[in-house]
């Protein structure tokens, strides 16, 4: 199996829109991508410190092969998609689930 994780950096001047993100992204790629399982977490201040991403995707696939399949055939799209909501540079992991 393999996770997605996509990481929503906070930096000076960089914005994401939460209820965009929320409301039209996530379910806009939970159509497109129909990952196994999805999570969208919305970062939280801890002891006055602001989290160090806005917020942060987790996704879950059977294959690679699954995951690029369906992200090829969307990736314009939801690049588009993106740019709507947010004006950061994403960093992208996907990992192999070891159990």
Do not use: C, W
């Amino acid at each position: 199996m393999i996770r997605v994780l996509i990481l929503y950096p906070r930096s000076e001047g960089k914005t994401l829109d939460q209820e965009y993100y929320l409301k039209q992204h996530i379910p806009l790629v939970r159509e497109r991508l129909q990952p196994l399982k999805l999570e969208a977490d919305i970062g939280i201040p801890v002891a006055n410190r602001p989290p160090p991403y806005f917020a942060v995707t987790h996704m879950i696939f059977n294959s690679q092969e699954e995951l690029m399949m369906k992200y090829f055939l969307f990736a314009a799209e939801l690049q588009e998609d993106l740019e709507r909501f947010t004006d950061i540079e994403i960093v992208t992991q996907v990992s192999e689930i070891s159990r």
